[in-house]
């Protein structure tokens, strides 16, 4: 008994005593706190009365800028982050891998590779406000319907980010603007990892370009590109800034997405357990992911 | 001759799709700084590509938002922020890094498992508990709950990022250090930082971006309006003067600078984090 309380009881652990204070703190003790909250009304942010399964049922029939089936095609944060992540994961992590192929075969690849990765230094906010002007109605400042109207005159400029079919697709561009550099990066390495004579020899067995990067390239890049994937899809999750400051998931609510609703639903209508229930729908939706990690990890340490 | 041309023509698609994809990438940055140094009038008078048919252009945006629009003070802000938002997560991170990889407590390694857990879970997840708690120690008046939370919510993936790199130094110089009498704290300083100063300038670098680019964080932590960081002042900016982009771009390049500064004169240890961690 006693020496199991002695080893309990090491100085080693002064070591990890200030990370875990401050994870419990500010992390673990919060997560199981908006927990319970997502079953409180939680109005003014504090527990004020249990209500059930209230609010996610709710959020899931009856809040049309969460989750809206009635109407075609259907609408809503959800159906917006769905968008979210099929154009986005597939334009970064294809682009990417374009990019780093192309970028491959010159002797100028790191300046390419340098200036498509710049956007991810900077923060979503001047990144928003980058491409708010690039989309700006008037075609006297605003880039792309200038370049539209050079090509057809009679072209009437469109407020792309203030129309609800063009909204999403718009702040989506300027995402993947932003994280295409991240994608071909990893990509990059990936594909210069691969040993020059297992493509060499299928060149000189008389394969073509195309049958390389389809028979040997792209398998060999089957792990990183999942990875990526993963990274992609927690991004999508977790995209707010650039929405916060380019539409603030207007108009009409047409750009919300998860991560904002939980902001606004919590931080501007003070409905905290309907918040907190949003914040526990995007936990759930992220733990495949977690436990894809783990796995990974685990793995990993096994081979240690 | 019919393999050449081909051979030819291909290369020369090659280079054209990679020439107009550096333009795409940089064009909406170059227009944005461009217009930051135009005049007022200029600006909604003709596109920024006329810019230099006009050829007028001016610092005034850039003293009118530093000043005026308070971005000076902005800025200083967030260096208050960043800084210790930055010493803070990578030195905790890095002594808890160590126990983790070098050091015997009980249940270290589910403890462990549980920070690779909590790498992906949702910031929001935590937002009305930690500001419920920080409000009510009073941290938000100041910028000590910024600082607790970037360190916070930074943590994990500095302890996941520097413990699998310590772990992987090599036993017998920790053990040697050891039967010579060197304490843990001495291996820890001595030996251990030493030798991972390339994962601990990625993480550093990071960490820098993560926070200074930071507004969600902000936008609930800092709550006094005279320390509110450049990210949260150009929000409000935009939400004031939805058009008057003479002060966005001028704002927007104030912003940026710091990044790119960064970005140019440490590339390489950025892209090496990002090759090292790419699962936050």
Redesign the interface.
Known sequence: MTARRR??L?W??L??L???T??G???????L??IR?SFDT?LG??LQKFVGLDNYIRLLTRDQFFLNLSTFPPSGAVINNIIWLVLFTSLTVGLGLV?AV??D??P?EP??K??????M??????AG??????Y?P????G?LN?LVKAIYPEWQSVAWVGRVETVTYSVIIAAV?MWVG?AT??LS?ALKSIPQEITEAARVDGANEWHVFWGITLPMLAAPIA??T??MV?NV??I??LI??MT?GGPQGASRVI?YT??TE??EAGK?GY??A???I??VL?VP??LL??RR??AEEAE? | MNARLSRYLSSGF??A??IL??VV?????I??FV?SWRPRPD???????MAFSTFRFTAENYIEVLTAQGLARAFLNSFAITLPGTVLPVL??A??A???AW????RRDW?F??????????I??????????ANGLRLTRSLLGIW??H???G??FA?FLLRNFF?ALPRDLVEAAKMDGAS?LGV?WRIVIPLSVPAIASLTIFQF?WV?????TS??FVQDPNLLP??VS??KL??TYG?E?HL??A???I??AV??V??FSL?RY??QG??AG???
Request: glycine share 6%; proline share 5%; no cysteine.
């Open positions: 080893t309990f090491t080693n652990w070591f990890v200030p990370a875990l401050l994870l703190l500010f992390v673990v003790y919060p997560t706190w908006t909250m939680g942010l504090r990019i192309l970028a075969r010159v100028y300046i390419v340098a200036v498509v990765f710049l956007p230094a900077i923060s979503f906010t001047a406000i980058i491409w708010l002007f690039v700006s008037d075609a006297n400042t880039l200038a603007w991240f990066v990893v390495a990875v990526l993963t990274t927690i999750l977790k707010f800034d916060y400051i603030r991560a939980m902001y919590t931080f905290g918040g907190s949003v914040a526990v995007m936990l992220i992911v977690m990690n783990l990890f685990r240690r | 090659l280079h799709a990679l994809i550096a990438w940089l064009v909406p940055t227009g944005l217009t600006i909604f008078g003709s596109g920024w590509w905790i991170g002594l808890a160590y126990g983790f050091l015997k407590f009980p403890i498992l549980i920070i690779v857990g909590l790498l992906v879970v949702p929001q997840m935590t937002f009305v508990p930690a500001l419920r708690l607790l939370a360190t916070a919510y943590l994990p302890i772990a843990d820890f971006l200074w680019n930071d507004l969600l936008l609930l450049m990210t150009i929000a935009l939400s058009t982009w966005l771009s704002g927007s390049f912003l940026m990044p790119l960064i970005f590339q950025f892209v990002i090759l790419s699962v936050k």
